[in-house]
């Protein structure tokens, strides 16, 4: 099975903003969608939206709206997902996810290790 | 959009059955049978345990289960072992075409 291999930690200044990358091992995308998913620390799973590598198609939620971007690139099978106007609120370790299930958008059966994300002065 | 709603906390003895309710409304977990269940240990990724409200990924155990009524899913893990032990968050698709999750149940194997 495809496995989700992400970015290292980060320490950013709040203001600034910050790029975590999901690669799948096998060099393509075998999931519809990628999912990004964060966790503050001691919190519960926060979903913030999805693209769609084949057509670059992109969906966020409402929360986010304006905030984050996400892209695939489907040459090399990577993600990225990138917050902007960092906040202390955003320290969280961030996950990508996917689906081997067709093409659903949900029922996240590989997971990308997480990358923490510190936002501190 | 509020998350989804989950006891914060349950607890049982090994052998035991233990239920985890999780409750939405009609745009999300009751509107469709895209509920999923996850489980978290400390550190860890989170994994999915059900989909589609009752179905196990292949090498899941027989022992969780999952149904869905109205408005409210349920999680039934039967058989209760030590390694049960953990998170576990429901998430269901919504009306939005966006995915919610729960706030978390902490599951503790007495």
């Known amino acids: 099975q495809v496995q989700l291999v992400q970015s290292g930690a980060e320490v950013k200044k709040p203001g600034s903003s910050v790029k975590v990358s999901c690669k799948a091992s096998g060099g393509s995308f075998s999931s519809h969608a990628i999912t990004w998913v964060r966790q503050a620390p001691g919190q519960g799973l926060e979903w913030m939206g999805r693209?769609?590598?084949?057509?670059?198609?992109?969906h966020f939620a409402q929360h986010f709206q304006g905030r984050v971007s996400m892209i695939a690139d489907k040459s090399s099978g990577t993600a990225y997902m990138e917050v902007s106007s960092l906040r202390s609120e955003d320290t969280a370790i961030y996950y990508c996810?996917?689906?081997?299930?067709?093409?659903?958008?949900?029922?996240?059966?590989?997971w990308g290790q997480g990358t923490l994300v510190t936002v501190s002065s | 959009q509020s998350a989804l709603t989950q006891p914060a906390s349950v607890s049982g003895s090994p052998g035991q059955s233990i239920t985890i309710s999780c409750t939405g409304t009609s745009s999300d977990v009751g509107g469709y049978n895209y509920v999923s269940w996850y489980q978290q240990h400390p550190g860890k990724a989170p994994k999915l345990m059900i989909y589609d409200v009752n179905n196990r990924p292949s090498g899941i155990s027989y022992r969780f289960s999952g149904s869905k009524s109205g408005n409210t899913a349920s999680l039934t893990i039967s058989g209760l072992q030590a390694e049960d032990e953990g998170d576990y968050y429901c998430?269901?698709?919504?009306?939005?075409?966006?995915?919610?999750f729960g706030g978390g149940t902490k599951l503790t194997v007495l």
């Open positions: 998430s269901s698709y919504t009306s939005s075409i966006t995915v919610i």
């Open positions: 693209i769609i590598p084949k057509i670059a198609l992109a």
């Open positions: 996810a996917g689906s081997s299930y067709g093409s659903r958008v949900d029922a996240f059966d590989m």
